[in-house]
């Protein structure tokens, strides 16, 4: 068996890599192929899990569309897979990358196996554009590896066959059990947040840019001003999130703005956080493993097993409401309960049923 994992962002990488590893250590014939959508975070990951990608679009250039991705991930998915015979495309999550690499499997006649399935906020616009991607992903995969209960339900209530849907767990976990197990997390924190009380905080979602990320941030300088606790904060690398964020917090002596950070480091100030205030889906996902209470700043989510399970709440966007649900976050009481989304087998569940598929 030949198969084609494709990733292009941050995300991705963390999600996948851990799926890569276990195909090699299981003897399949696995090819990780990168579109480069986020040129930068991608470079940064690889060093992480030790590989390499085995073929490289390179489609980033600067203030580049979802369209422009999309039409170049497709015209050089097609150029590049041709010959190559793959018997499954494994994309994940909702990125424009694994949209565009689905559609282009697909039309070539090759089976994909969509990573993360079921996940819906239930608004087309919101996360946008990753719910229509990962809607149209779900529409063109032959099979549908969902990470949890909730999902494989959302999936058979919108027709898909008992047959099409794996219940797996979500690949982040494994991931995370890799880097838990390979890095010394209390070092690299150390080096960072010293051993000072701080909340972790990452935005950086395109229908956050503008007033809501704004409200947010005000939010968050008026709660440590209060509450004398500080804010560790990895500003991502996109122009306009910086504008924003060095303008309400550049300032702020309780915030520590620092560069983006890998995967490992950012691992390491999680488990080292008070509780964590994110935009981000993979961190939602995350931090029940260390049982660290989220503050969702979102106005949806697509994974309520986060706040159904007690780890989190969704918190909207508005000053108000997110200040009110920072000061719920230091006197919460965290289950005890495993993670929701994983226990660190997904990728070994998902590499077996190719192989009986294939059988």
Known sequence: ???????????????LAPLYLKAKEMGVNAQFICTGQHREMVDMMKGIFGIEADYDMNVMVQNQTPN????????????????????????????????????????MGLKVGHVEAGLRSGNLYDPF??????????????????????????LLSEGFTKERIRLTGNTVIDAQYYVMTHF???????????DGDYFLVTLHRRENIGP????????????????????????????????????????CRYSKLIEPVDYVTLTALLQGARFVATDSGGIQEEAPTF??????????????ELIEHGFGVLAGTTEESVFENLSRALHVEIPNKPN???????SER?????????Q
């Open 129 to 154: 554009p990753e719910e229509m991607n990962r809607r149209v992903i779900d529409q063109v995969s032959e099979l549908l590896f969902a990470p949890t209960e909730k999902a494989v339900n959302q």
């Open 212 to 251: 809501r990320m704004k409200n947010i941030l005000r939010a968050m300088r008026r709660f440590v001003e209060r509450e004398k606790i500080g804010i560790v904060f990895p500003v991502h690398k996109n122009p306009k999130v910086r504008d924003i964020v060095y303008n309400e917090l550049g300032d």
């Open 340 to 346: 929701p989304f994983g226990d660190g087998k997904a």
């Open 1 to 15: 068996m030949k198969i084609a994992i494709v990733f292009g962002t941050r995300p991705e990488i963390i999600k």
């Open 68 to 107: 422009m991705v999309a039409a170049k991930v497709i015209s050089q998915f097609e150029t590049y897979a041709k010959d190559e015979a793959f018997d499954w495309v494994l994309i994940q999550g909702d990125t424009t990358t694994a949209m565009a690499a689905a559609i282009a499997a697909f039309n």
């Open 184 to 194: 010394d997390l209390d070092k690299i924190r150390r080096s960072i947040a010293g």
């Open 291 to 304: 049982r660290k209470f989220v503050v969702v700043c979102r106005e949806t989510t697509e994974r309520p």
């Open 350 to 358: 998902i590499l077996k049923n190719l192989l009986n598929v294939g």
